[in-house]
């Protein structure tokens, strides 16, 4: 089968395209699917980067297949697996091997999608609309009234944190990196949206000083401890990502003194614990799309030759919306 693999770590050089990829076995707890579309994701850059060599909470290892979200239809279940069967319509995420013709999911991955939604939106929904909903639901447990900063907000999960939190009621303030990128914010539904720079003050003047509940920080080095002076004391900073590099000398006694606030690092695979989750969690960024309350922008559908440019965009962050690529156009 075509595949896109990856054997040494390094630049969008490394990613090989081969036609002779043997077909995915069916093993227990696993089903095998025929990839229909799947998402490009800054994940896979980490992975083609060498970032989760080592990592436990994704343990994807060398010589592999990339991709870590896809759609497409179940073709056979393995042994113990009763919920999914032949013919099934499915989506996944975190779950590596995507950028190929077949893939082996575990069943507990899998959600199954409805008949409403494309392969392509589902591809393009499934990590980042998963993603978007743990952190407001369950992590920041926002509500009406609340006050929320969302830090790269034309990102793709950005968008999504955007679209969930005004759904809610909350007010939410934004940051991006150019005019163009804070519109894309206002237009999704946010009440404020500033370059980065200064950021800080412009929200505590926005709050009579006070700051804001909770701060969906995904850059990084660059601004979380702007961030922590954002945030009103005792308040709640969720650091999802480090696009722009980590912080490696953060003292906690940091944290007392911008206002006993709590950090959080928190990662989708621990939220997605089991398949009744990630079940509920499709449903939940399914049934907004369908009514309307929830866009999923998707920048452009690409082959799977084109995947390292796509690649080289999102590194230089000239991505906006997500991107798919197409492994079988057929599939309904």
Same mark, same amino acid.
């Given at each position: 089968?075509?595949?896109?693999?990856?054997?040494?770590?390094?630049?969008?050089?490394?990613?090989?395209?081969?036609?002779?990829?043997?077909?995915?076995?069916?093993?227990?707890?696993?089903?095998?699917?025929?990839?229909?579309?799947?998402?490009?994701?800054?994940?896979?850059?980490?992975?083609?980067?060498?970032?989760?060599?080592?990592?436990?909470?994704?343990p994807v290892r060398?010589?592999?297949?990339?991709?870590?979200?896809?759609?497409?239809?179940?073709?056979?279940?393995?042994?113990?697996?009763?919920?999914?069967?032949?013919?099934?319509?499915?989506?996944?995420?975190?779950?590596? #091997?995507?950028?190929?013709?077949?893939?082996?999911?575990?069943?507990?991955?899998?959600?199954?999608?409805?008949?409403?939604?494309?392969? @392509?939106?589902?591809?393009?929904?499934?990590?980042?609309?998963?993603?978007?909903?743990?952190?407001?639901?369950?992590?920041?447990?926002?509500?009406? #009234?609340?006050?929320? &900063?969302?830090?790269?907000?034309?990102?793709?999960?950005?968008?999504?944190?955007?679209?969930?939190?005004?759904?809610?009621?909350?007010?939410?303030?934004?940051?991006?990196?150019?005019?163009?990128?804070?519109?894309?914010?206002?237009?999704?539904?946010? @009440?404020?949206?500033w370059l980065y720079?200064?950021?800080?003050?412009?929200?505590?003047?926005?709050?009579?000083?006070?700051?804001? @509940?909770?701060?969906? @920080?995904?850059?990084?080095?660059?601004?979380?401890?702007?961030?922590?002076?954002?945030?009103?004391?005792? #308040?709640?900073?969720?650091?999802?990502?480090?696009?722009?590099?980590?912080?490696?000398? &953060?003292?906690?006694?940091?944290? #007392?003194?911008?206002?006993?606030?709590?950090?959080?690092?928190?990662?989708?695979?621990?939220?997605?614990?089991?398949?009744?989750?990630?079940?509920?969690?499709?449903?939940?960024?399914?049934?907004?799309?369908?009514?309307?309350?929830l866009t999923v922008?998707?920048?452009?559908?690409?082959?799977?030759?084109?995947?390292?440019?796509?690649?080289?965009?999102?590194?230089?962050?000239?991505?906006?919306?997500?991107?798919?690529?197409?492994?079988?156009?057929?599939?309904?």
């Open positions: 089968m075509k595949a896109l693999t990856l054997e040494t770590y390094g630049g969008p050089e490394v990613v090989q395209l081969r036609l002779d990829v043997p077909k995915p076995p069916v093993t227990p707890g696993h089903v095998l699917v025929k990839v229909a579309c799947a998402g490009i994701n800054f994940m896979d850059v980490h992975t083609r980067q060498g970032k989760y060599a080592t990592s436990v909470t994704y060398l010589p592999c297949i990339l991709g870590m979200e896809g759609a497409g239809v179940v073709v056979a279940v393995g042994e113990g697996v009763s919920h999914l069967a032949p013919g099934d319509r499915v989506a996944w995420c975190i779950a590596w #091997g995507a950028f190929a013709e077949y893939a082996s999911v575990p069943a507990a991955r899998v959600a199954q999608i409805p008949n409403a939604i494309g392969f @392509d939106q589902a591809a393009a929904a499934m990590f980042q609309g998963c993603t978007a909903h743990y952190l407001i639901e369950e992590v920041a447990r926002l509500q009406a #009234g609340n006050r929320c &900063l969302i830090q790269a907000a034309s990102g793709s999960i950005g968008q999504l944190l955007v679209q969930m939190a005004h759904r809610l009621g909350a007010t939410v303030f934004t940051t991006g990196s150019s005019v163009e990128k804070c519109a894309i914010a206002l237009e999704r539904g946010a @009440d404020h949206a720079d200064g950021f800080a003050e412009r929200v505590l003047e926005a709050t009579q000083g006070q700051g804001v @509940d909770v701060v969906f @920080d995904s850059v990084g080095k660059a601004t979380l401890r702007e961030s922590f002076r954002a945030c009103r004391t005792r #308040g709640l900073i969720v650091n999802y990502g480090n696009v722009s590099g980590s912080i490696t000398d &953060l003292d906690p006694m940091e944290l #007392g003194e911008a206002g006993s606030l709590f950090l959080t690092r928190p990662r989708l695979n621990d939220h997605m614990a089991d398949g009744p989750t990630v079940q509920r969690r499709a449903n939940a960024v399914f049934a907004a799309m369908l009514e309307g309350s922008d998707i920048e452009g559908h690409y082959a799977l030759e084109n995947v390292q440019q796509v690649h080289a965009r999102i590194e230089a962050r000239q991505q906006i919306g997500k991107a798919v690529v197409w492994l079988d156009r057929e599939l309904q």
